[in-house]
Every structure is written in C-alpha cells, then in structure tokens.
C-alpha cells in the first residue's frame, strides 16, 4: 500500500516538481494550495501519511497551518515537515517550537528529503503498531475475566441443569434450576452484549452518550475485576444533560481509566479499595471525574502523563491506553475533551493514610 504524502504549497511549479519526484520513489501524492482549503480537507477526512509544508502561503502562512494541526489531537500524530526558503535559526526554531517534526531550508537535496520522509513515516508506522498492541492487550484483559464469569456461569447452568434431570418429579427442584439457568443465560447475554458496544469502532460525528447508562456497561464489564479484587464501586451522578458523543466511544474512555484506577489500586496493595465515579455540571461543560484510592503518579512523572508512549506501566503499557491516547478521543465536532483536571491530570494526594488519584474529562454538550 503506498503512503500518501500531501503536499501544501501554491507554487504550482515547485509543488509539481516535488509531486514527481516523490512519485517516482513510489509515494501517492496530491496537493492544495492554500493553508485554509487544507485545513477544511483535514477537518473533513483527508488523513495523509505526512504533510510537506510550504511557509510562503497566500492568507495564513505555513507557521498558523502548523500550530493548527498540532494542537488538533486527530490530526497531530501527522508528520509535518516544513520547507522554507528562511535559514535563520530563529526560523528553525519557531517552526519547530510550533509542532513541526522537521524544518528543510530550500533548495532541499533529493536525497535527504526522502531519507528524512522515509524515517518519519518509519516513526509514525511504529506508534500506530505500538497503539495496537495496547489495544489488543486490553481487551486480551478484558477478554480473560469474561471468560471467567462465562466458565462460572456455564457451570451453574450445567450443574442445575442436571440436578433437574436426576429429580424430574419435583416440580419444585425443576422450577429453581430452571430459574438459575434462566438468570444465568440473561447475564450471560448482558456480557455479550457489552463487549459488542465496546469493541464497536465508530467514526459517527453525532451521538448522544448518557453518562449513567454508559457507565452502568462499564461496570458490567468489569464486575469481574472488581468483585475478584475487592474493589467497591460508588456512583455519584448530579448532571442532566447527555453528551454529543458516541456512545462506544465515551464506553472506551471509560473503561481505560476504569482500569487505570483498578491497576492503581492493586499496585498499591493497601486494604482501603475504592473507586468514585462522579459527575459535576457547569454552564458548558460535563466533567466525569473517577477517583481511586491507588498509588497515584510520583511528582516527578507528573508533567509526562500526556506524552505519547508514556506509562507507569511497563515497556508496553500493561494494556491500558494511558493518557495521551484517552486525549486522542477530542473531537470538535463532538467536543469531548480530556484535559488535565487543575492542569496536572492524574493527582496524587493523600487522604487519610491513603492516596487518592483523580483522572476527569471535560465533555461539552453538543449544541
């Protein structure tokens, strides 16, 4: 599969060149040439493997395009490269304070642009694989303490069921197995049910997400991990309003900062084991708090929580998303958005001889 490469520059006869000789080292290319028309494309669907940025734009200038990719959480984990005829290093430096991954003075050898395109695509390619890899562990957690509840599960119903057969002239002892294997099933089905909501990819920009109803699947889902660690889950929902966002999607964050909060927990070790889900609304916004009393972060590791790649968890992340992927969640269109809360994001803080460690997200409602 070719990558795509876009590039954004009104020179017609510089875009034209670079479009061949990328081309030719086996690139898909297509170019805009203004900064407005490509953010409008970026906002829409176009999602471009790197971007080859020209400074000298009609309108807004290459810097603005930039800062604005960078500081849209969809689009940020796009390469940006900037070709500049501007040499000073204080050029250099702004382009790259702004976002940009590289900065090329023209006139660009052949040669290096395409070995530094090649390496940020390397780059990008292996933070999408390494996304992956969390993701399927996560759910291999998720999976594994299902398939315990479904193993508990299937042996009640066998065990009443042939309790009903060894006794069928008691109406009585085939009436409670019956009823057993009828609960049995109907949980079983709840299970199923909640891993299809949350294992469901959408990319719907409308929706309308309760955050009671939403959080009650989660509980489901993790009953398991919560009733074999001990754990007590309290509720505490004040807000009226359901969100613009879907409801797969908001099941996701939820679930990866459930289970940041369970790891936090265990890790910890202590015997207080509590997690507090709660909601506070103001004029505009929703904020979903959860709260648990786990070991929290060390002050030092406080200010890289939204790095990409960055966990407390080991080399792979434990199989939880971590920050910076929960962040990637922000869509303006649904305007959902997790921020640090008092700009510090997951805090630690003591509560009696316990920590408390907070993780919220601000979610406006869709107007």
Known sequence: MKRHILIIDDDISHASFMMMLLEDAGYLCSRIASGEKALERLQDDLRPDLILLDIMLEGIDGYEVCKRIKTDTRLRAIPVIILSGRSSIDEKILGLEIGADDYLVKPVKTRELLARISVLIRLRSLQEQITQVEKLAGLGQLAAGIAHEFNNLIGGMLGYAQLAMLTPDNREMTLKALSVVEKSCFRAKELTENMLLFSTHSDQPEGQADVASTMEHTSVLLSSQLSKNRITLTQEFTHKRTLAITANRLLQLLMSLMQNAIHAILENGGEEREILVSTRETDEVVQISIRDTGCGIPQNQRSRIFEPFFTT??????????????????????????RRPSGTGRVRREKGKHLQADNSCLCRERK
């Open 313 to 338: 968890k080991g080399p792979l992340g434990g199989g939880r998303y971590g920050c910076h992927r929960n962040r990637s969640f922000r869509r303006p269109r649904n305007r959902l958005i997790l």
